[in-house]
C-alpha cells in the first residue's frame, strides 16, 4: 500500500500545526511553539532520526490525533504530516524501511494499513529491510539477546509463552517459521 493510499485510514482529528525545530530522537520532535511531539504508530531504528531530520527540520507539519493530551513524559502524541502532505510522516518512514510499526496501535484501520505499507518497504527490500540480519532469527540467542530493550523483529515459532512482571518470554523451537513483532 502506498505511503498516500492510508491517509484517510490513519487521519484522526486535527491537534494544530507549527514548524519543527528539532528531531529529538528517533521519534520526537519539537515545535517552534515548544511543544514536543510523539510519533505515534512506530518504533525507530538507528537511521529513523536521520531521516526525519532530512525530512522535517525546518518545515511546517500537521498534527493529527484522537487526542491531544500530553503523555507522561510531556510529549503530544500524534500522526504528523508534512504541510500539504496527504501520507503522514510515519507512512513515509515506513514506505522507505526507515521505522517498524509499533505494537500499540489503538486504532485497528490505521494498524492495518501501517502493517500493509511496511509489508510493502519489506518485500522490495527498502531501507532497513535490505540488510539481510534485519529480521533475526530464534535459533540465534546471541542476536536476540543483543537487542534487549530495543523492539526487534524475530523469527521462529512459538511454543510458549510467559509473563513475568513487565518482562514476556517467547519460548521458540528455532524453525524459523511465523513471524514476531
Given amino acids: 500500500m502506498p505511503a498516500s493510499s492510508f491517509a484517510g485510514a490513519c487521519r484522526f482529528e486535527p491537534q494544530g500545526e507549527g ?8 521519534r520526537s520532535l519539537r515545535l ?7 510519533l505515534v504508530g512506530i518504533e525507530p531504528m538507528a537511521t529513523t532520526k536521520q531521516a526525519l531530520t532530512a525530512m522535517l527540520l525546518g518545515r511546517e507539519v ?3 490525533g484522537k487526542d491531544d493530551s500530553p503523555d507522561r513524559y510531556g ?6 504530516f508534512p504541510a500539504g502532505a496527504d501520507a ?3 507512512g513515509l518512514l515506513l514506505a522507505e524501511g526507515e521505522a517498524l510499526v509499533s505494537a500499540e496501535i489503538g486504532d485497528r484501520d490505521c494498524a492495518a494499513a501501517l502493517l500493509a ?30 537487542g534487549i530493550g530495543r523492539f526487534m523483529v524475530v523469527e ?14 517467547l519460548n521458540s523451537d528455532g524453525t524459523g517459521h511465523g513471524a514476531l513483532l
Fill in 19 to 26: 514548524r519543527v525545530v528539532e528531531i529529538v530522537d528517533g
Fill in 32 to 38: 517552534d511553539d515548544g511543544r514536543e511531539i510523539r
Fill in 62 to 64: 500537521a498534527l493529527h
Fill in 75 to 80: 510529549r503530544q502524541p500524534a500522526l504528523v
Fill in 88 to 90: 503522514s510522516v510515519q
Fill in 117 to 146: 505499507t511496511e509489508s510493502d518497504a519489506r518485500r522490495a527490500k527498502k531501507g532497513t529491510w535490505a540488510d539481510l540480519f534485519a529480521i533475526k532469527n530464534a535459533e540465534s540467542p546471541d542476536d536476540i539477546g543483543a
Fill in 156 to 169: 521462529g515459532k512459538v511454543l510458549s509463552v510467559r509473563q513475568a512482571g513487565a518482562t514476556t518470554y
